[in-house]
């Protein structure tokens, strides 16, 4: 156990030492300063937010909005948990570009290092990014296997011969009788003679490669791939609102206490649901993230949110 010494002194948000040797940061006075922070609703504030929004609709009538009197505001508090984890995967995958006779930077030069060696310019914290670097020491020089090392390949439109049949004779030089062409017309088109340039490869029969842009040979290269992301778990208190949670999850509450770098679950809060969405969505990350990414830094937020429900009549 850490002793508890060795905690600078922090007025009242001091580490305390629980029986377990835990250490845990009492947030709740916090929490009980903002709800006597919270202003209170009257009838009047209620009113005018309802005209206000029936005012930003073009097609509410404002008449029942005025006139309605308000017998009773009940209010309800919710508190919604948000944990958000920056973490950093790393994978890599052969990629190729035509070799130009260029500095190879090969394994003569030494060994490709590790993945998880490579120093990066991390991207600004909880923005998701995604970036591609070559792996040092990886490159290798290849024969081009699209054209194989040819730099032009046949065309696939006249098979090489650079003509093809006219399409508007189909080879027969001539146009076909009709009622209104007592006798056969040469064809305009080809000029008689059945075939024209092939317009896929404008006669030459071949086309470059593609590939490696008629360069014959491909520089073949580790390619690393590192992904940003930023995984976010969240949890809002039960509510007998029927609010759409959509709406919700954009809102902008009061926000009572936040936490970042290596998070715990919250302990002991006065909602046992909040304690224990803070505890399994913490255990998740952890679980998924850390098999396969390196999580970079943690961060939650605790907001809450104060309703009003109305009862009027009219």
């Known amino acids: 156990t850490t002793p508890s010494d060795l905690f600078e002194p922090l007025g009242h948000f001091e580490w305390l ?3 377990n040797g835990e250490y845990v940061l009492p947030l709740w006075p916090s929490l009980f300063c903002s709800l006597d922070m919270i202003p209170r609703m009257t009838d009047d ?10 005012s930003s609709k073009c097609c509410y009538g404002n008449r029942a909005a005025g006139e309605l009197v308000i017998q009773e505001l009940k209010p309800q508090i919710l508190y919604r948990y948000r944990l958000e984890t920056f973490n950093e ?30 120093k990066v310019q ?4 909880f923005q998701d ?14 024969e081009c296997h699209k054209c194989h090392g040819r730099g032009r390949y046949k065309c696939s439109g006249c098979h090489g011969a650079g003509r093809m049949r006219c399409a508007s004779c189909h080879g027969a030089r001539h146009k076909a009788k009709t009622k209104y062409l007592k006798y056969q017309k040469q064809c305009q088109m080809c000029s008689g003679t059945g075939r024209k340039r092939c317009s896929t490869c404008s006669g030459r029969g071949n086309k470059t490669c593609t590939t490696c842009q008629g360069e014959k040979r491909l520089l073949h290269f580790l390619q690393l791939i590192i992904i940003w992301y930023d995984n976010v778990h ?3 208190s039960e509510n007998h609102l029927n609010f759409p949670r959509e709406l919700l999850s954009k809102a902008i509450g009061e926000n009572i206490f936040k ?8 302990v002991d809060f006065p909602h046992p649901e909040i304690s224990s969405a803070s505890q399994r969505a913490i255990e998740d990350h952890s679980a998924t993230l850390r098999s396969t990414s390196c999580i970079l830094q943690q ?6 949110f104060n309703f009003y429900i109305s009862f009027n009549k009219y």
């Not at 504030?45 to 929004?53: G, I, N, R, T, Y």
């Not at 936490?259 to 919250?266: G, K, S, W």
């Open 129 to 142: 990014d995604t970036k591609k670097f070559r792996v040092p020491h990886s490159s290798i020089v290849k």
């Open 234 to 236: 969240e949890f809002i």
């Open 89 to 118: 995967t790393r994978l890599c995958e052969w990629n190729f570009e035509p070799y130009t006779n260029a500095l190879v930077d090969g394994p003569q030069n030494g060994a490709s290092p590790h993945p998880w060696d490579i």
């Open 299 to 304: 961060v939650y937020y605790m907001d809450m």
């Open 259 to 266: 936490d970042e770098n290596t998070v715990h679950p919250l």
């Open 45 to 54: 504030v209620a009113k005018k937010a309802l005209l206000s929004f029936v």
């Open 17 to 19: 030492p629980r029986n």
């Open 122 to 125: 991390v991207p600004h914290m």
